[in-house]
């Protein structure tokens, strides 16, 4: 079967299921892109929303496979978290990680194998919990989701899974709370113990309202570009590179916080030198030395103040 012949079918079946399904709003956007040296490209994409139990999260199928994996999704009975990629399924937590600092021996595996990397027995509010971080678990419904929501990148060998059995008894505060709070305990016991990190993956991000403020790359130029040097401090841009790679917000505003931070800081030395230097310059400075030192002093101390204020 050709490659028209596959997009005609796809595209037929496609149909039969918003057919069947009408209250599923579905957008088709098909383009032909010109590769070069005559070779054209057929891209079909259908960007899906409005699919109960997902919210406002915005989904897409692109061929044969994900319109399967998709039914699947819809036929499936799960509660969505709000706060992080995870969903609650026949008393069975699921919450999709990402690997922060994992050596590669344990997240090597051959394709379509599953491996147990943690099995944690945990007692919670009287619950003898069952916790298990896997790749690729069987059975897992939540790499499926992953996979299916648009703007989200997922390895294509493995998907990290946590999963939470026997949660029967939970706080006051609710489900998600609790579920966060045994996330957090789990995640850094294995952290400090055995130097092996994960996070979980923040669901805010791919809300359809914030699809569209997602960092543009520029279009990788094809002639010599010129760049001037610039003395960047090496300590700031990892956590400039922490903050782009990290899903976790509080995790992000403290990376971004120190970078300005630094800044703030010596901007505020850059302003109170310069005013030093042009009170020493002034020609009546042996003159009036008081005067002027009374001004650099209250200088100073508004310019820490201001400091005070920002941080």
Do not use: W
Not at 233 to 252: A, M, Q, R, T
């Amino acid at each position: 079967m050709t490659e028209e012949e596959k997009r005609k079918e796809f595209k037929a079946e496609m149909q039969e299921f918003i057919e069947e399904f009408p209250k599923i709003e579905i957008e088709k956007r098909e383009r032909e892109i010109d590769l070069g040296d005559g070779e054209i490209y057929h891209s079909l994409l259908y960007i899906v929303n409005k699919v109960e139990g997902v919210g406002d999260i915005e989904l897409f199928i692109r061929d044969k496979e994900h319109l399967k994996n998709f039914k699947q999704i819809i036929s499936t009975d799960f509660l969505l978290f709000d706060d992080f990629l995870g969903i609650n399924k026949e008393n069975k937590i699921e919450v999709y990680l990402n690997p922060i600092n994992v050596p590669y021996t344990v997240l090597s595996i051959e394709d379509g194998e599953d491996k147990t990397i943690f099995d944690v027995k945990l007692n919670y509010l009287k619950n003898e919990l069952d916790i298990k971080i896997q790749i690729n678990p069987e059975g897992s419904i939540i790499p499926i989701l992953a996979k299916q929501i648009r703007g989200f990148r997922t390895p294509l060998r493995r998907s990290i899974v946590l999963t939470i059995k026997n949660l029967s008894k939970i706080s006051n505060e609710g489900l998600m709370s609790d579920v966060r709070s045994i996330i957090n305990s789990v995640l850094f016991d294995i952290e400090y113990t055995y130097n092996i990190s994960f996070e979980t993956v923040n669901i805010q991000n791919f809300i359809r309202r914030n699809i569209s403020k997602k960092k543009v790359r520029n279009a990788i130029p094809t002639e010599q570009i010129n760049l001037i040097h610039k003395n960047y401090i090496s300590e700031l841009i990892e956590y400039y590179h922490i903050g782009e790679k990290v899903d976790f917000l509080p995790f992000k505003y403290i990376c971004y916080y120190h970078i300005i931070e630094y800044f703030s800081d010596k901007s505020a030395y850059y302003v109170v030198s310069e005013k030093l230097k042009n009170l020493l310059l002034k020609p009546d400075f042996h003159q009036q030395t008081n005067k002027y030192v009374a001004q650099a002093i209250n200088s100073l101390k508004r310019k820490m103040t201001d400091m005070q204020v920002i941080k």
